[in-house]
């Protein structure tokens, strides 16, 4: 019976020991994560739209009524938010922080106010080119 214990009171040891190991380990992958999303801020943004992007167009296949999920749609969704939607707006915040610099509620409406306005010229200029 006493080394029936002694195994367990090991087991629990060693499983312990790796829990607290594993918990290390992952405090430092999330410290060099951290890291590279300060050195590197549009990799926090890549990461997130290739979260959210799915997530949305599984919320859509639900609101839909599919029976069954389509899972390429998921994948281009992930990527189109990782490699297009992301940087592209990464690059359009920094060019609007050069147009419009100040953090005040003024300058964030002239940029809202400039990118509407330049959606709604690149919009004009694609019907005028299908006419």
Request: hydrophobic fraction near 45%; proline fraction near 3%; charge should be positive.
């Amino acid at each position: 019976m006493k080394r029936f214990q002694h195994t367990i009171s090991k087991f629990i040891t060693s499983c312990f020991c790796f829990q607290v190991c594993r918990v290390a380990d992952m405090a430092a992958v999330l410290s060099r994560v951290r890291n590279i999303f300060r050195t590197y801020p549009l990799t926090r943004g890549m990461a997130s739209y290739a979260v959210i992007w799915p997530i949305g167009s599984l919320v859509q296949q639900s609101i839909q009524g599919r029976k069954e999920y389509d899972y390429g749609r998921v994948v281009r969704f992930s990527f189109y938010g990782c490699c297009f939607v992301a940087p592209t707006l990464y690059t359009w915040i920094k060019i609007a922080g050069m147009m419009f610099p100040g953090a005040s509620l003024r300058h964030a409406l002239y940029k809202v106010r400039f990118y509407i306005l330049m959606q709604v010229n690149i919009s004009a200029q694609k019907e005028i080119r299908a006419s």
